[in-house]
């Protein structure tokens, strides 16, 4: 029998909101039917409009607060969707805060039936703005002159952007001042429906320890028109930039970066701390773009790995080695592993860079190389995994509980994922003994955890 939904299209309604999507959207529920809504938080009463409808659930659109949360920041109307990517520019820090620490409890409870488990109150940031040190930006024209910001939520409409509140303002200048040099060189942007033009996204990567800048012009061609005037400029108008990159992606595709990459002025890398530790940053590195609070994350896997010096560590998903020479200050011996080939390349840079000489680093998938370390007899005392967002392979999981570490940590950001992998390390004889939210993107949804497993013995 068809079910009969409980509103339509185009329907004016008055509601609760009584969550938060993973995107920041309200939550409300009309008879058990899930509606959600941009812009709206939890204990708020208001009127939405339903623009779309399906089996399962609804989008409303925000029309009138009748009641608004003592978490809700009012924002000028010149103000609103000019930063993107801020789901939650319209919360209070604490209010943010609150949301993330209940989001992890939440799914701990629902998806990983842990229900006993020690959750930390999240660590925020003392100033939870302008912290990113890294920003990719597309290019496009209007009004003949260059723009360069974010993409409008669901399109592919570029919004120009003379500031992001969530970067580094070293890194604000940088895109506008690069994007002024190229529309006065009138370079022309590139056209994502005609594959034709130049100038794709313009990339900047700064180093808050260090002060060093790179810039990178992504393009679809070989060649930029006037390219040695806009390196002179660039030098010119901004004296904190190391190093200059070109890099051509001629495909059709939505991937920021291509293959090709080429240094036209100064250094092929920038270098930053976390910490005592020294990274060389590259066009292509992965590097964690908010440094203050990943020194705080990496602070607590440390503390949870508990090392005291003779023992082995094994760090799945390693990227350029980050946890990987934290723990080797304090382990015996560490082994990375990580599936992209160019980031082991970083890995062991770093490690030299460092001279620390007690890790190892191998390209691979972390599912097939830890299993054949562990046919090997390289068994780990402690074993410490920083997935992507799908988290952990089930390969993995099942060589891990085969393996049976004293000691796991877990670095996340995806919650769901955490909790699923859990429940299934819990099912396998691990005890979930605390769990560390840490604020990683204040002003958005996302949320890093870092959770301690031990072995339980039977």
């Given amino acids: 029998m068809k079910r009969t939904l409980p509103v339509n299209k185009n329907d004016y309604i008055d509601v609760v909101f009584e ?72 919360i209070s820090y604490e209010g943010q805060l609150k949301y993330k620490e209940n989001q992890v409890r939440q799914v701990l409870s629902r998806i990983g039936k842990l229900e006993d488990v020690v959750v930390h109150p999240i660590i925020g940031m003392d100033h939870p703005w302008h912290y990113r040190n890294k920003a990719q930006v597309p290019v496009g024209e209007k009004d003949g002159k260059l723009i360069a910001g974010f993409f409008k939520p669901r399109s592919h409409e570029i919004v120009d952007m003379d500031e992001s509140v969530i970067q580094l303002p070293e890194v604000n200048e940088a895109i506008q001042t690069v994007k002024e040099i190229c529309s006065e060189l009138s370079i022309p942007a590139y056209h994502e429906e005609s594959h034709q033009g130049v100038l794709r996204h313009i990339m900047a990567r700064f180093g808050k320890q260090t002060g060093e800048l790179m810039v990178v012009i992504i393009t679809k ?25 070109h890099n051509v992606n001629s495909k059709r595709t939505n991937v920021i970066l291509g293959e090709k990459t080429k240094v036209l002025w100064g250094n092929e890398f920038i270098y930053d701390y976390i910490g005592d530790v020294k990274f060389a940053i590259s066009a292509l590195s992965f590097y964690q773009v908010n440094p203050v609070q990943t020194k705080v994350l990496y602070d607590k896997a440390l503390e949870y790995a508990d090392l005291s010096g003779t023992e082995s560590v094994i760090d799945a998903y390693c990227g350029i080695g980050t946890i990987s020479l934290f723990l080797a200050q304090k382990a015996k011996k560490v082994f990375g592993v990580e599936v992209v080939p160019e980031a082991i390349e970083d890995a062991k840079r770093n490690a030299k860079l460092n001279g620390i000489e007690n890790v190892e680093f191998t390209a691979g998938e972390a599912e097939i190389v830890i299993p054949n370390w562990y046919k090997q007899g390289n068994a780990a005392d402690v074993l410490v995994v920083d997935p992507p967002r799908k988290g952990c392979d089930e390969a993995l999981l099942r060589t891990i509980l085969e393996m049976k570490p004293k000691r796991i940590v877990y670095v996340s950001c995806n919650p769901s994922t955490l909790a699923r992998d859990l429940r299934i390390l819990e099912d396998g004889g691990y005890k979930t003994l605390e769990v560390q939210p840490v604020d990683m993107f204040p002003q958005t949804m996302h949320v890093e955890t870092v959770v301690l497993m031990s072995r339980v013995e039977k």
């Fill in 19 to 90: 969550d938060l999507t993973h995107d920041g959207a309200g939550v409300a529920k009309v008879e058990g039917y899930p509606l959600f809504v941009p812009n709206g938080l939890p204990g708020e009463k208001a009127k939405v409009k339903v623009i779309k409808v399906n089996k399962s659930y609804g989008i409303g659109r925000l029309i009138e607060l009748y009641e608004k949360s003592t978490y809700r920041v009012d924002i000028p109307a010149t103000e609103k969707n000019k930063y993107g990517g801020c789901q939650l520019e319209h």
């Fill in 221 to 245: 061609t070989a060649d930029i028109p006037h390219k040695n005037k806009l390196v002179e400029e660039i030098i010119s108008r901004l004296p904190k930039v190391k190093s200059i990159v």
